[in-house]
Each structure stands twice: as structure tokens, then as C-alpha cells.
């Protein structure tokens, strides 16, 4: 593969898996939810714990990590099970706590009141983000991959992630859409439960 054929397929690479990122799921309530409630910044360091979900499951998938679930179905399972589980907890913490009134200091759980960790915890507790970068780079990449495009690709794929939902926080975090959620805020964290337990549910679901 000359470099330009290998700079067309870091290109096709990049566009399939951008569109699939603006595809609103899970991430974008938490960035849209955390940059309305607390502000902009936070609601990009959730973009940031995102985007280095994304390099764990990128490099995951260039490693043959969608290969071993092939071939050992059980962990799969037991990761998808384990992922459905935590949004389900996410969907449970946020419906029950749809009637506070906000408050940006302190948390009963330190840990997933960061920013940072909620959003690395939401990426990398969904393995089926590890099956799209496996399939997407076995449908387009060649048997052999050279060290530098390894690289390229785990940081394109990565930056998608960091600019698309730090722009979702920039837009959700301004002061008319975030003084809109602060007078909604019932029902549109209500709501963002429910979906966020649907999903969780339907995952489960689909647990073998």
C-alpha cells in the first residue's frame, strides 16, 4: 500500500467513525447533561475522559482484541453485561436525583463525580465500541499495518471523539441553553434516565 492509498484509508476511517460519533448514544447525554448542569469545562473533560476510552478500545482493536471475543465469546458477554450495569447505574442515579437542586461541590461517590473518570468509565465499559473499531479496520485496513498508521489511527479516531463532544459541551454549556436545563431540570434529567435505562436494559437483553 503506497502512502497515498494508506492516507485515503486513514481518511475513510476517520469520516465512517466521526458519523458514527455524532450519532447522539449514551456519551452525548453525559457531556450534554454535565456541561447544563455544571459547566463547559467540566463538560469537556468528560470529553476528554471519552477520547481516552477511545485510545484504550482503538488499540484494543488494532491488537486483535475483537479476534479473542471470536474466539472466547464468554468475555464479551461478561463485559457487555458489566457495561449495561454501570449505564444502568447512571440511569438510576440521575432519574432519582432529578428533584435536587443542583449542587456543584461534593459527591458521595468522589470518583464518578469527576468529569474525567465518568466519561472514561462510560467508554470503556462499552465493549461494542471495540467491535466497530475491529470491524472497521478489518473491512478497510490491510493484513499488514505499518507502525506509524497504527499511530495515526488511534489518534484520529481519539481526536473525533475530543472535538465532537467538547463542541457538544460548548453549545450545551452556553448560558441561555444552560438557563433553560436549570428550569427544566425535572424533567429533562427524568427523561435522560429513562433513555439511559433503556439502553442499559436493552443491552442486557442482548446478553446471551
Known sequence: ?????????????????????????????????????????EGVKVAVGLALGTVVWSSAA????????????????????????????????????????????????RALANPFVRGFLTQVSNPKVVVFFGSLFIALLPAQVPAWMVVALVVLVSFNELWWYSTVSLFCGVGPVRAWY????????????????ALGLKLLADVP
Open 182 to 197: 436549570l428550569r427544566a431540570k425535572t424533567t429533562v434529567d427524568r427523561v435522560t434516565g429513562v433513555f439511559l435505562g
Open 1 to 41: 500500500m503506497s502512502v497515498m492509498e494508506s492516507l485515503l484509508t486513514l481518511g475513510s476511517i476517520a469520516v465512517v467513525q466521526a458519523l458514527a460519533v455524532m450519532s447522539p448514544g449514551p456519551s452525548f447525554l453525559v457531556v450534554a447533561r454535565t456541561a447544563m448542569a455544571r459547566s463547559r469545562s
Open 62 to 109: 488494532l491488537l486483535g482484541l475483537n479476534a479473542l471475543f471470536q474466539v472466547v465469546p464468554v468475555l464479551f458477554t461478561v463485559m457487555k453485561a458489566v457495561g449495561a450495569l454501570f449505564l444502568l447505574w447512571i440511569a438510576v442515579q440521575t432519574f432519582r436525583h432529578a428533584r435536587a437542586p443542583l449542587s456543584l461541590e461534593g459527591s458521595q461517590d
